[in-house]
């Protein structure tokens, strides 16, 4: 009876030791996989901010954010009312222009094509007055929404704000 | 036996330790101050790190940079963001910005023959660490120690009596009324000097002087009361990590002392059956 | 699970090799905790590697970003300092655990037959290790970085003839520059992998004659002199181990900078030398070794880097120089005073190399560069004393147990 007790005892305190040791490994892993994450100073880059007050009508810019290419096209008339008029028509990824943009004129993509991440050609190069993506021919309209081609999705419009008038905040900030 | 033959071996080690002299030096140890981010415990004062921000941009950076460090990130000592865009303006930045000094390395070199160096990593770099710098920015003459060098300047000997009185001030030794002389002759020449300095002379003018700041929170201005504030600033801007680093390793060491222990007693358990 | 285990077996015996190798492989009782000191530098050339190789991920080995670099890692990368320090001190606390290592196997003739090759391996290890040290403390391209590098490397000078060619082939270009900071990069990274397969030549060899003991006689009987390796040496390791942790991280955590310069914190600036450059704390009886040699003219500089690469090639021929029918120097009380004297005296010779070339003791009555000059004829002494004490039966050891 005594050694049964004792022999308990030890595998208790074996199996004890075991559990707190592996717990420990495991936490002293977590500043490694952390590390990896990004780092302050890329994170303090989280937003990019443009002046579109030199932007004219037609016209279109390209800005890198977090890497990554933003499209801002200063639509005219005519291209509202073409995505307007699409608003209707059979979408693939059926989206409203109005929800797509904050101002009517300002339309803001994140310009990585939905198939498989190429970026497309400036306004006017697709069918529908958009964008064409030239890896693979998927066709974009003046709403960047994906209209023929084998792209599943629209062009994604990232989390944006005006800062003022003509002062556009692409980003949130962390 | 072991334990003592390496006691024996440490003692006669340490005993050679104390009486080291250097031939080059000229240097004094800057006294030890109460840092109260020192110790296993410590915390920055924010209250501290704020008013020695503000001093540091308004009377630092006229000449040297904190290039690791944003104006933004001075927020978590209590600026309101109005006041980060104000200070940043204030050396023609804005607060995304580093805090670069407005002097260019051109002109700095012209006025004081070196470059400012950057004051971010000060004071974990030099020997002294903090005491260091608070030494450094205490270490000038003061109105009344300037007094005494004036009168002694006055004719061109220097007596036994000037020399005993001039002997602490200087750090000097006041049998060698030579090298106190060679001593007066650079400070009444312009040359800035410091007693905590190594060689007692150096490029930067006396930075901080009673009253040099007006400080926001109405914290009397006093030359020890901003040296100490500056310093711990630049505490914190040499590791801005170090309350956390303090934080984890409480944690860390729990644990590890927690899971020797239990190490140590399956130890005893496994050999208890060797033997 | 078995039948998996049975069909690996018939191919590669793994079960065999770990029964035979680890948990049923016959330890000597009788090791003292001296002995932990072997695992626990295995577990910090593990953290080393492990640490290293994370920071490398967020280093540039480039002159002109190589200090910011460093301090972007301290500031911005998610626990990047925590990386960062554990990486340093855990230099020191590799070479505080090697040198125990190193005179724990001095002190009980772990180095004699048939160990000779065990002990060989574990010199080049060493010396692979210094290497490596120093090639790492050059990266942050602080002040004493960049000096240290350019001391060290200006060694080569003392080549004759082909000297001053030599040091401008390792800069890469007519002083340590940007090309010298990325080769050493390289090299830095590479070392670590060659001592970790040196160790594992090292335990191959040790498991082939088996560990030495502090009586220093062989295994007389398996069944009564020795325990299976697992769980009696698994857990007094893993216990060892906790310990180091202990020590270790006390210092990561509130006194990391105690073993780096101050002026390390300044970047590395080729115009200007610190006034007083030490080499890191693990060279230090070296570095006084190779200044203690300045009375030979200008033969100097080449018979200071001799006596200091002799230093270590010494322990080379420590195993023929040992002469006497006794291991351990439990048994050898001249040996023993022997030994004693030549720790204090490493330690010594330390402390000279730490302070500057022309510093002064006792008021100025001893200069130390006399006691470097004295410390280092001790410490080639000490391997002409041990031989004429064996080799010449001056010695009368004590009577050695029959059994462990």
Not at chain 1, 143 to 152: H, N, T, V
Not at chain 3, 178 to 198: C, E, G, M, Q, S
Not at chain 3, 211 to 233: A, Q, W
Request: glycine residues 6%.
């Amino acid at each position: 009876m005594v050694i049964e007790a004792e022999e308990n005892r030890r595998d208790f305190l074996i199996l004890a030791t075991g559990a707190v040791g592996v717990a420990g490994s495991a936490a002293a892993a977590w500043p490694f996989i952390r590390s990896w994450s990004p780092s302050a100073d890329v994170l303090a880059l989280a937003t990019t901010e443009a002046d579109l007050s030199a932007l004219t009508e037609g016209q279109m810019i390209t800005i890198p954010w977090q890497g990554k290419p933003i499209f801002i096209l200063y639509r005219t008339a005519e291209q509202i009312a073409q995505a307007k008029e699409a608003d209707s028509a059979s979408l693939p990824d059926p989206e409203q222009d109005k929800d797509r943009v904050h101002k009517e004129q300002y339309l803001v993509l994140l310009a990585l094509c939905t198939h498989l991440g190429c970026v497309p050609q400036p306004i006017g190069t697709g069918d529908f007055g958009g964008f064409l993506c030239p890896c693979h021919g998927s066709h974009y309209d003046t709403s960047g929404r994906i209209r023929k081609g084998p792209a599943p999705k629209n062009l994604p419009v990232p989390y944006y704000t005006f800062k003022d008038d003509h002062t556009i905040v692409i980003g949130k900030p962390v | 036996m072991k334990f003592l033959k390496i006691a024996q071996v440490a003692i006669l080690a340490a005993a050679f330790i104390p009486q080291i002299a250097f031939s080059a030096g000229g240097a004094v140890k800057p006294p030890a101050q109460e840092w109260g981010f020192k110790g296993a415990f410590g915390k920055f004062d924010n209250a501290a790190v704020k008013r020695g921000a503000q001093i540091a941009i308004e009377v630092c950076m006229a000449c040297h940079s904190f290039k690791y460090i944003q104006f933004d990130s001075l927020k978590q000592f209590g600026y309101t963001e109005a006041e980060i865009v104000a200070l940043a303006e204030s050396q023609g930045r804005t607060k995304k910005d580093k805090m670069i000094s407005a002097m260019d390395d051109v002109s700095a070199q012209e006025s004081f023959g070196i470059i400012p160096p950057d004051l971010s990593l000060m004071t974990k770099a030099r020997k002294g660490y903090e005491d260091f710098v608070y030494g450094i920015l205490t270490g000038y003459l003061s109105e009344s120690e300037t007094g005494v060098v004036d009168a002694a300047l006055e004719d061109e000997k220097i007596s036994k009596a000037e020399a005993l009185e001039l002997a602490p001030i200087l750090h000097a030794d006041a049998t060698k009324i030579e090298h106190i002389k060679m001593t007066l002759d650079r400070i009444s020449n312009g040359d800035n000097f410091n007693k905590y300095f190594p060689g007692q002379f150096f490029a930067m003018p006396m930075p901080l002087s009673d009253g040099a700041v007006e400080y926001a929170d109405g914290t009397e201005s006093s030359l020890k009361q901003m040296s100490h504030d500056v310093t711990t600033f630049m505490a914190w801007t040499a590791e801005p990590t170090l309350i956390e680093r303090k934080t984890l390793g409480f944690k860390v060491l729990l644990y590890l002392v927690f899971f020797t222990i239990l190490l140590y007693a399956v130890k005893r358990r496994i050999w208890a059956k060797a033997h | 699970m078995s039948k998996l285990m049975e069909w690996v077996d018939a191919r590669i015996p793994v079960s065999d090799m770990i029964k035979s190798q680890a948990t049923e492989y016959p330890t000597p009782k009788n090791l003292n905790y001296w002995w932990n000191f072997g695992s626990l530098a295995l577990f910090m050339l593990i953290i080393m590697i492990l640490t290293g190789l994370f920071l490398a991920m967020h280093y540039k080995p480039d002159a002109k970003q190589a200090f910011d670099v460093v301090e972007h890692i301290m500031r911005d990368v998610n626990y990047g300092w925590l990386l960062r320090y554990l990486h340093a001190n855990g230099a020191t606390f590799f070479f505080i655990i090697i040198y125990v290592h190193i005179f724990r196997g001095m002190y009980y003739g772990s180095y004699r037959a048939p160990r000779e090759i065990l002990w060989w391996i574990g010199v080049i290890i060493f010396f692979l290790m210094m290497g490596t040290g120093f090639l790492g403390y050059v990266l942050p391209w602080g002040q004493m970085s960049y000096w240290g590098a350019a001391v060290i490397t200006n060694l080569i000078t003392a080549v004759p003839v082909i000297g001053e060619d030599l040091v401008i082939w390792v800069w890469g270009g007519f002083s340590v520059d940007d090309a010298t900071l990325n080769r050493f990069y390289v090299l830095h990274f590479l070392l670590p992998f060659v001592i970790f397969a040196l160790v594992i030549v090292h335990m191959w060899a040790l498991h082939a004659v088996h560990s030495n003991n502090p009586d220093g006689i062989d295994i007389v009987d398996e069944k009564k002199d020795t325990l299976p390796f697992h769980p009696y040496f698994t857990i007094k390791d893993l216990y060892g181990i906790g310990v180091l942790l202990i020590i270790y991280c006390w210092f990561v955590f509130f006194a990391p900078n105690a073993f780096l310069e101050p002026d390390n914190y300044i970047p590395a600036n080729p115009m200007q030398t610190p006034a007083h450059i030490v080499p890191e704390w693990y060279f230090l009886p070296f570095y006084a070794i190779l200044r203690s040699i300045d009375f030979l003219g200008s033969f100097s500089k080449l018979a200071g880097v001799i006596a200091m690469v002799g230093a270590i090639l010494v322990l080379f021929v420590l195993p023929f120089l040992d002469r006497s029918p006794v291991r351990s120097f439990r048994y050898r009380p001249l040996s023993r005073s022997l030994f004693w004297i030549f720790v204090a005296n490493s330690i010594m010779l330390g402390w000279v190399g730490y302070n500057p070339a022309d510093a002064t003791a006792f008021d100025g009555a001893l200069p130390l560069i006399i006691l470097g000059r004295t410390g280092t004829a001790i410490y080639f002494g000490y391997f002409v004393m041990l031989f004429i004490v064996t080799a010449f039966k001056i010695e009368k050891p004590l009577p050695l147990p029959k059994s462990l």
